[in-house]
């Protein structure tokens, strides 16, 4: 089973920053794409940014010039730092993992996972 595990959010006041987390269980061996998504209330799930191994970052353009994602491939971890944050960037983020092979080999394309979600509130 694979997990991933979002952490890094909480409260924090516009213009402010927070990096966010997301490591994947110890049975992942590699994952080919891994990106970061956001829920706010009422609203559809959407993409804020995406990597991809050896491939470009691309970003919501809500956030460009503000957010950054970056990779550790050596601990399967993607990370999303989050800068000159908005209230308008308070939501749900999860991160979203699809590519993925496991200690016991590689799972199809398509077979994606998500991790539970950590809360970001932007508000003074």
């Known amino acids: 089973q694979v997990q991933l595990a979002e952490s890094g959010g909480g409260l924090v006041q516009p213009g402010g920053s927070l990096r966010l987390s997301c490591a994947a269980s110890?049975?992942?061996?590699?994952?080919?794409?891994m990106d970061w998504y956001r829920q706010a209330p009422g609203k559809q799930r959407e993409l804020v940014a995406t990597?991809?191994?050896?491939?470009?970052?691309n970003y919501a353009d809500s956030v460009k010039g503000r957010f950054s994602i970056s990779r550790d491939y050596a601990k399967n971890m993607v990370y999303l730092q989050m800068n000159s944050l908005k209230p308008e960037d308070t939501a749900v983020y999860y991160c979203?993992?699809?590519?993925?092979?496991?200690?016991?080999?590689?799972?199809?394309?398509?077979?994606?996972?998500w991790g539970k979600g950590t809360l970001v509130t932007v508000s003074s």
């Open positions: 979203h993992a699809d590519g993925v092979t496991t200690v016991m080999g590689a799972l199809p394309r398509g077979m994606d996972f």
């Open positions: 110890t049975n992942v061996f590699s994952v080919y794409a």
């Open positions: 990597t991809t191994s050896g491939g470009p970052t």
